[in-house]
């Protein structure tokens, strides 16, 4: 048998192989085995009971996390000339419209989320190849169309994330970094996985919510207790 690596040793010796932990264990567990020299995302993925081929399966929502992400998002604000003033305060780091798409035409996408408005969304329609691949094409169900840019920006540099579920009924997400207090993390996991029960589909039969895990990057995975969520 191999021998154990110093930091292998460590999460043998901090977590218990198989053994499902409360919520609030695993915020503090998930700083105790992480060892990486960069400031490490911590991440959660959830393992829902549904079949996300049938529509009336699909989970898919936005969540604002109390504590934000930890994350620079860079945001572009793709509107009408009246509402660039309000995007810029709101912290938009791009705003404008036929400009930037020009350059999305020509291959730029430097951004973590385009915010527009109903209005501009003709003009977006032949960026779909470019930006539909990247997830970043705007969408009313996450929030980034909408006729209240600034407000929309405003909640995405505080910490609002969408999330989807995979065709494995996965749902993976970034929750905060590894060096956000116990309590910080445990906020946030918090929120975003009473924000997945809320949206529990009607024809979602049996256990919903299968299993939960909690990682740091490059960490081993932590075994979350569903029930001490609810």
Excluded at 122 to 147: A, D, E, W
């Amino acid at each position: 048998m191999s021998k154990l690596t110093k930091n292998q040793k460590l999460v043998a010796d901090k977590v218990e192989a198989g053994k499902a932990y409360s919520l609030k264990e695993a915020a503090e567990l998930v700083k105790e085995i992480t060892t990486t020299k960069f400031e490490a995302s911590v991440d959660i993925d959830v393992r829902l009971g549904v079949d996300p081929r049938k529509a009336n399966q699909m989970v898919r929502g936005v969540v604002s996390l109390p504590n934000g992400t930890g994350k620079v998002t860079r945001v572009l604000a793709l509107c009408t000339p009246d509402q660039e003033a309000a995007a810029k305060e709101a912290g938009a780091d791009y705003v404008g419209l036929d400009e930037y798409i020009d350059k999305i035409k020509q291959g730029w996408t430097d951004v973590d989320v385009i915010i527009t408005m109903p209005s501009c969304m003709g003009k977006l329609g032949p960026l779909g190849r470019i930006l539909g691949p990247r997830g970043l094409m705007p969408n009313p169900k996450s929030g980034t169309v909408t006729m209240d840019v600034a407000k929309a920006v405003k909640e995405v540099k505080q910490g609002k994330i969408d999330f989807k579920v995979d065709k494995a009924g996965i749902i993976h997400a970034s929750i905060g970094k590894v060096t956000f207090t116990p309590q910080q993390i445990f906020e946030n996991a918090k929120e975003f996985l009473q924000t997945i029960i809320k949206l529990k589909p009607a024809a979602a039969k049996g256990t919903y919510m299968k299993s939960v895990f909690i990682s740091s990057t490059m960490s081993a995975g932590i075994k979350v207790d569903p029930k001490s969520v609810e």
